[in-house]
């Protein structure tokens, strides 16, 4: 009930960590595209297989001047996968602890999301594309409670025929005419583009598949790559269209993985992937690194090693947008401020900070991966900081989902989303 939400509004005060003024609004008023990295990994980034970087377009990207890119940044997402990391981004609120918080919950509850904010806010039209059918994860429910005005699924792209290896149409196709509704988007505009064929099991035919495998000898691993190349092609041909239309000027260009490809499950793989002899728990850990990274003409950008993960991503875009998410009930921080706590939570309740990591229940040194067995009576007491703090971020998000406790605040300068205002099938009914 309302009661709930004062404790979520005492948390978040308390750790509100204010803008970056040498970032703030300086991307105001330009086209956002988030390009969503199926199951791309951050080790992927200048990996190379005999010799050939795997994704020479995400590398030069992520080496720009004009990229802001993150090298200590993790997934953050539970059973709810690629619906989790969409959750996060869109509202900064963490998917549940089981299951599908998008299913569960994105019908029917209230919603402070991504594309009503800048709507609302500074004028924003918005559009997410997905080459799957539009019920995967209630994205055709959760995205009206979102604000979105345009869903393009599956159904939007009926000329594509080459399509399926299990979650939908190729990424090559699914760029390639997605580019033509962009076109047409009213601006500014926030557009989220979902790739999927770099997903389990890795499977791409032979005609798309001119780079070398890994040589695990593990069936899931080895393939990893070639679909990965073949997503990074997909960003090229892009970039190629966005820069041959003028699109690209005007346009920042939001990359991020969603969560891990190679699960935990495959450790001798994960081994020779990182040369190593043994993995550890702090291996797993790291293993759970993505990239993030802003890319935009005029952009002051580098690589930044600041601990963040998905939760704040959107925090860390209003900042850039100029929009003050002060009294926002959000859970992350904004990766640009000087006053974040670099605490990560993972969704189980395991995290990483700058100094120390806690994961299968195990505690390292973050810099090194030297394993704590035996905490000094200082060091237990920062644990159990950090846990309660963890613990408090991860339980006030899933309050706030459970008890829907967004319809009882009134944000600012805001007005509820009223989800009959959009429709997004084709056919008629
Ligand atoms: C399905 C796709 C895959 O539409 O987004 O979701 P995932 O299996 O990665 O959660
Ligand atoms: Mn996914």
């Known amino acids: ?31 956002i595209i988030v390009l969503h990295l199926e199951s791309f990994q951050q080790w992927l ?27 200590n940044f993790f997934n953050q997402v539970g059973q709810g996968k690629t619906s989790d990391a969409e ?38 039209s918005s559009a997410s594309f997905h080459g799957d059918v539009p019920s995967f994860w209630n994205r ?21 025929k080459d399509d399926v290896l299990g979650y939908g149409m190729k990424d090559k196709l699914f760029l390639k005419d997605t580019s033509y509704y962009l076109e047409q988007l009213p601006q500014p505009f926030y557009a989220k583009l979902i790739t999927v064929t770099n997903h389990y099991p890795y ?97 002051q950008g580098g690589i930044n090693h600041t601990y963040g993960g998905e939760i704040d991503v959107l925090p860390t875009l209003e900042d850039l947008l100029g929009i003050s998410s002060n009294k926002y009930l959000q859970f992350g921080q904004d990766l640009l401020s000087a006053d974040r706590n670099q605490i990560v939570p993972f969704r189980n309740g395991d995290w990483v900070t700058p100094k120390y990591t806690k994961y299968d229940g195990k505690y390292f040194y973050t810099k090194n991966g030297k394993p704590i067995a035996k905490p000094t009576k200082a060091q237990q007491a920062k644990f159990d900081a950090i846990q309660k703090y963890v613990t408090t971020d991860l339980g006030l998000s899933d309050k706030v989902i459970n008890g829907d406790l967004l319809r009882f605040y009134h944000l600012p300068g805001f007005k509820d989303v009223n989800k009959k205002d959009y429709t997004y099938n084709l056919k008629k009914s």
Do not use: C
Not at 12 to 29: F, I, S, V
Not at 45 to 56: L, M, R, S
């Open 203 to 299: 499977i791409i035919d032979k005609k798309n598949t001119d780079f070398p495998a890994l040589k695990t000898g593990d069936n899931t691993v080895d393939p990893y790559v070639q679909t990965a190349h073949y997503l990074d092609q997909s960003v090229k041909e892009l970039l190629d269209y966005l820069d041959k239309t003028g699109l690209r000027k005007n346009t920042v260009l939001v990359l991020y993985g969603d969560h891990y490809g190679i699960s935990n499950n495959h450790k001798p793989a994960i081994a020779k992937v990182l040369g190593k002899k043994n993995i550890t728990s702090y291996d797993l850990a790291m293993w759970q690194k993505v990239p993030f990274m802003i890319n935009a003409e005029g952009l």
């Open 1 to 31: 009930n309302k009661k709930d939400l004062a404790p979520v509004q005492r948390f978040l005060k308390q750790h509100y960590a204010g803008p970056n003024a040498t970032y703030y609004g300086t991307l105001k008023g330009k086209n």
């Open 45 to 71: 980034i200048d990996y190379k297989v005999d010799g050939k970087e795997v994704t020479p377009t995400i590398n030069s990207l992520y080496h720009s001047s004009n990229t802001l890119a993150f090298d």
């Open 87 to 124: 959750l996060m981004l869109e509202a900064s609120l963490f998917g549940l602890p089981e299951g599908s918080a998008m299913s569960t919950n994105g019908t029917t509850n209230t919603f402070q999301a991504a594309p009503a904010i800048l709507d609302q806010k500074l004028g924003y």
């Open 140 to 160: 055709d429910n959760a995205y009206k409670s979102f604000g979105y005005q345009y869903f393009f699924s599956k159904e939007y792209y009926p000329q594509v």
